[in-house]
C-alpha cells in the first residue's frame, strides 16, 4: 500500500539472506527492487506518494523526468535508498518490465540478471509477468558456469561460480567498494537455497550428471561448445567475422581461413577461457561504473556518501577476514583444485591489469562524482 502496483517484485540481500561475516546493524537496508510495466506511470505516482524518497535534484525533475533519467541509465534502473518505511529501512530500485526481460534474455548489463542468479524472496508477481525469463537466466547462469569449470566439480564450486558471474568486471571489486569474500559469503550460509533455486534447470541440464562427489559435466569438446553457446545468451561464444583484427578479438589471433567460430570453440575446449571471461566481463563493466556516478545525482550526494562509506567499511571488513577470493577457484574444495589457469582467470577478474588503468578509473570516477554532487546541490538534496 506504500508503493504503486507493479507487475513484480522481490527482495534480496544480506537482511533477507544471511551472508556469513555481515551481522545486520541499524544502517542494514532491506534490498527491494519493483518492476512497473510503465516507470513513467510508476514514478509519477510514487512521486505524488513519496516524494521524499527522491532527492532534492529528482523531486525537480519530476515523474516524468526520473523516468527519462531511468531509461537512460546504463542499466535501465534508479535506486532510491535510506528510505524508512513502518520503521523498516530499505534501499529500493525500479526498472520496467520490458528492460528486465531483455536484461535476463541477453545479459545486457546483468545488473538485475546478477541478482536473481541468487535467491531472492519474490513479494509480488503478477499473473501477466513471464516468469519464462526467470527460469531462462537461470539455465543461462549454470551452462555458463558449466563452460568455466572442469569437468567434475562440486555443489559449492558450481553456486560460488555462478555467483561470480556478476561481479566479473564490477569495477567496486577492484575498487575496494565490495567485500572481497562476497561470493563465499553468499553461496555458503545459503546453499540450500541455491540447490533448491536451480535444481529445475540442473534436472534439466542435458550436460550435467549427479555423482557422489557432485557433479559430472560433459566432456567439453567443439561439439559439446556449439550446444552449450545455444543455452546461454549468444554474445558469450560470439565472433564477428567481419572485425578479427579488431582490438577486442587481435589477442586471440583468429585464422580468417577457418570458421571463427569453430576456432573460438577449439580454443575455449582447450581450456582457453579468455574470450567468454571477457565477454562476461563486458556486460558488468558499463553499468557497474555509471551506475554509482548516477547514484550521486537519484540519492543526493549525503545519502551517496552514506552508502558508499558503509561499502568501503565492509570491504576493509573483509580483507581482515579470511582468504581473498582471487583464489576462490583453487580452494572451494582442497581435495580437488580447480586448475591453475582457471584460477588465474578469476585473479584477472579481482584486479586491475595495470596500475595506469586502474588511476585512470580513479580519476573517472571523482570527476563524475563530483560533477553530479554539484548538480544536486546546485538543484536541490
Request: charged share 25%; proline share 5%; glycine share 6%.
Amino acid at each position: 500500500r506504500h508503493f504503486p502496483s507493479s507487475q513484480l517484485c522481490f527482495a534480496y540481500g544480506s537482511k533477507i539472506f544471511h551472508q556469513a561475516g555481515n551481522l545486520p546493524t541499524a544502517d542494514t537496508m532491506t534490498d527491494l527492487i519493483f518492476v512497473p510495466r510503465d516507470s513513467y506511470a510508476w514514478h509519477r505516482e510514487n512521486m505524488e506518494r513519496n516524494a521524499r524518497h527522491y532527492s532534492g535534484s529528482m523531486r525537480i525533475m519530476g515523474g516524468e523526468g526520473v523516468a527519462r533519467f531511468q531509461e537512460s541509465c546504463a542499466a535501465y534502473c534508479v535506486f532510491n535508498p535510506y528510505v524508512e518505511v513502518e520503521g523498516v529501512l530499505l534501499k529500493y530500485g525500479v526498472i520496467s518490465e520490458h528492460h528486465l526481460y531483455q536484461d535476463l534474455e541477453r545479459w545486457d548489463t546483468m545488473y538485475v540478471a546478477g541478482r536473481l542468479h541468487k535467491p531472492v524472496m519474490f513479494l509480488h508477481q503478477d499473473p501477466s509477468f513471464q516468469d519464462q525469463y526467470l527460469k531462462l537466466n537461470l539455465r543461462s547462469a549454470l551452462h555458463a558456469a558449466i563452460i568455466l569449470l572442469p569437468e567434475r566439480f562440486s555443489a559449492l564450486q558450481l553456486f560460488c561460480v555462478i555467483s561470480h558471474l556478476s561481479y566479473a568486471g564490477d569495477v567496486r571489486m577492484k575498487l575496494g567498494g565490495e567485500n572481497p569474500n562476497k561470493v563465499r559469503n553468499i553461496v555458503e550460509p545459503n546453499l540450500t537455497h541455491f540447490t533448491s533455486l536451480y535444481e529445475e534447470v540442473i534436472t534439466e541440464s542435458p550436460f550435467l550428471e549427479r555423482t557422489d562427489y557432485g557433479y559430472l559435466a560433459r566432456p567439453r569438446n567443439h561439439r559439446t561448445l556449439r550446444q552449450l553457446h545455444k543455452m546461454v545468451p549468444h554474445k558469450l561464444l560470439a565472433v564477428d567475422p567481419d572485425n578479427l583484427d579488431g582490438p577486442d578479438n587481435r589477442a586471440f589471433r583468429f585464422d580468417r581461413n577457418v570458421d571463427p567460430a569453430f576456432q573460438l570453440y577449439r580454443k575455449v575446449a582447450s581450456g582457453d577461457l579468455r574470450f567468454f571471461d571477457e565477454e562476461i566481463r563486458k556486460c558488468v563493466r558499463t553499468a557497474s561504473i555509471l551506475q554509482p556516478i548516477r547514484g550521486f545525482i537519484t540519492a543526493g550526494p549525503l545519502k551517496s556518501a552514506r552508502y558508499s562509506l558503509a561499502k568501503f567499511a565492509k570491504s576493509r571488513q573483509g580483507k581482515k577476514g579470511r582468504r581473498k577470493e582471487e583464489t576462490l577457484p583453487a580452494v572451494v574444495d582442497k581435495e580437488r583444485p580447480m586448475t591453475d589457469e582457471y584460477t588465474e582467470m578469476y585473479a584477472r577478474n579481482m584486479v586491475l591489469r595495470n596500475p595506469v588503468e586502474r588511476m585512470n578509473l580513479v580519476i573517472l570516477l571523482v570527476f563524475c562524482g563530483g560533477f553530479s554532487i554539484y548538480v544536486s546541490v546546485r538543484f536541490g538534496s
